[in-house]
């Protein structure tokens, strides 16, 4: 949700800022909790770190010719 | 004996002045100009930015360094460029001021060979009146910066804990920022922070940029495959906004900044004002306040330099529009095409065109990143120049050989989102090239194999391991050479 602008005068509450979205109103899916929990999982994060470390590596080297 | 004078040592000058400095017999002599004594692992700056790390655990001093290899260091701020020389010398020098308090104000004309401009970025928080730590935000562009952002922090937390709901905005403050991915960073550290300590759902954080939408990052957003699909960084940011509860303000340039409060207007033609406790609004950048001088005196300042005050190189600077943009608009050679003896790297290379496409308002205000050139492919620019150098002072070539286009090279970057062993996560990217190509790769203009994008714990580590290798790599110490850029 994107919002218009808003211009209160002195006494008036004003509304949310202008182009100001609230978290839900982001289009992107919430990641499941157990996705959420994978990204801390020691094991499973051991396993990403290396193959990380790889896909770097791999793309340090093409760059640097 | 040839003299090579490199200014500035961020992480483009000090890789370039340490590569000469093994590329070079000590016959000749590399010289470094900086008005830093200390080296700054720029990266980890997010972490003192939040109170996790120390400055003194993200800086050290670069004479000893430089003693150890044979550089000679001044530690002066460069003013003037005579690449002509003057009608007392055919050679080509820069004028300094040094800053060492030893010898506070003097200045001093160093002649060179070759000069390689790495000054960096002038911090242009006067872009936006109000805007920086002499106004009413903080930064954590610098060490001594982020080192205040902490402790500012610390009084938001001590409010949040005291019961007092606090607005923190972080972002960009000027429409043609860069850095974004530094915004974002900090944005997640901040959150984290405050998660840590208890006191998450009395602050409203909100995240105002430049950006037209989320994850482009100054490079026009990233597309990666996962899980059977091509996917965008806006999508996958997004999906991280979310999921940590953090507002966004998209498409704004700040106007100015009062005490606990901000004016903007966005991209539609809004205006609005947001208030808040805190605020972390990096700057725009321009190039350092380097004029240049042809031999009779007269000021060639604008031949040399952009208007932005960054130094011109091999790009191709003709005005065109988005959809003419090629990969070979971008320099790969940094040489400067008034002289072959001037290099410019790092953020003082003026970028033909920005990466992300350009907008405006409707009142002409530009809304939008400038491109990133920080980093790897800083390290990377750094690297090629001096072998350049070296071999045209060695005389194995007469003109550049080595290049180092953004256009031909990738970008590892590891954006923090929390510190912590066990709790922490980082948004691990890697992007090839920087620079799209849609002749090599059409589509996306990156290769769907090189360009990839994951959150985690382990992202976190890699930072830290980068913290690591990469201060051990500018000290200098044994087989840093071996340790890419």
Redesign the interface.
């Known amino acids: 949700m994107t919002t218009?602008?808003?211009?209160p005068g002195p006494d008036v509450p004003r509304g949310p800022?202008?182009?100001?979205?609230?978290?839900?109103a982001?289009?992107?899916?919430?990641?499941t909790e157990r996705t959420?929990k994978?990204?801390?999982?020691?094991p499973?994060?051991?396993y990403?770190?290396a193959?990380?470390?790889l896909?770097?590596t791999?793309?340090?080297?093409?760059?640097?010719? | 004996m040839a003299r090579v004078v490199v200014l500035g040592a961020g992480i483009s000058g000090h890789t370039a002045a340490l590569h000469l400095r093994r590329l070079l017999d000590k016959q000749h002599e590399v010289v470094v100009v900086s008005p830093n004594s200390q080296w700054n692992w720029i990266p980890s700056n997010i972490w003192v930015g939040v109170g996790r790390m120390k400055p003194s655990q993200v800086t050290f001093p670069l004479k000893p360094v430089y003693d150890k290899h044979g550089v000679d260091f001044r530690q002066a701020k460069a003013v003037a460029l005579h690449p002509e020389g003057d009608e007392r010398t055919s050679k080509g020098y820069v004028d300094v001021v040094y800053t060492d308090p030893a010898r506070a104000g003097e200045t001093q004309s160093i002649e060179y060979d070759y000069v390689v401009n790495a000054t960096g970025p002038k911090l242009n928080f006067a872009a936006t009146p109000g805007l920086g730590p002499d106004g009413h935000t903080v930064s954590v562009c610098t060490y001594g910066h982020a080192d205040e952002a902490a402790k500012q922090l610390a009084g938001v937390i001590a409010k949040l804990k005291a019961g007092q709901r606090q607005t923190l905005v972080i972002g960009v403050g000027h429409g043609t920022c860069t850095c974004e991915g530094a915004a974002f960073e900090y944005t997640f550290n901040v959150e984290h922070e405050l998660r840590e300590a208890g006191v998450r759902d009395l602050a409203e954080i909100i995240y105002l940029t430049n950006e037209y939408e989320l994850g482009d990052f100054g490079v026009g957003g990233l597309n990666f495959k996962q899980n059977g699909f091509v996917t965008t960084s806006k999508l996958w940011t997004e999906s991280l906004f979310k999921e940590r509860g953090v507002k966004s303000i998209l498409r704004a340039h700040v106007q100015k900044v009062e005490e606990g409060r901000l004016f903007y207007e966005t991209l539609d033609g809004s205006a609005d004002t947001l208030d808040f406790d805190f605020a972390m609004l990096l700057p725009p950048f321009r190039g350092q306040d380097l004029q240049a001088f042809a031999k009779d005196g007269s000021d060639i300042t604008a031949t040399v330099f952009a208007p932005s005050g960054f130094l011109k190189v091999d790009a191709d600077y003709t005005a065109k529009p988005v959809d003419e943009w090629k990969a070979g608009d971008w320099p790969s050679t940094y040489v400067s095409p008034s002289y072959p003896n001037v290099f410019g790297v790092g953020i003082a290379f003026a970028p033909p065109h920005p990466i992300s496409t350009p907008r405006k308002a409707p009142n002409g205000t530009v809304i939008s990143p400038a491109p990133p050139r920080t980093g790897m492919p800083s390290g990377l620019m750094g690297r090629a120049v001096a072998m350049n150098i070296a071999d045209m002072i060695t005389g194995k070539s007469n003109t550049p050989q080595h290049h180092a286009s953004m256009a031909e090279m990738g970008a590892a970057c590891v954006a923090s989102a929390g510190a912590g062993f066990t709790k922490g996560s980082a948004a691990s990217m890697t992007m090839y090239p920087v620079v799209p190509d849609y002749d090599r790769f059409p589509g996306y203009g990156r290769s769907l194999t090189e360009t990839t994008g994951e959150i985690g714990l382990a992202g976190h580590w890699m930072k830290h391991l980068l913290h690591v290798m990469f201060i051990y790599k500018a000290k200098g110490k044994l087989g840093w050479s071996m340790i890419p850029e």
């Open positions: 218009t602008p808003s211009q800022a202008a182009g100001l979205t609230d978290p839900s982001y289009e992107a899916p919430m990641p959420v994978q990204r801390t999982n020691l499973i994060q051991a990403r770190f193959a990380v470390s896909k770097m791999r793309m340090i080297l093409r760059s640097h010719g």
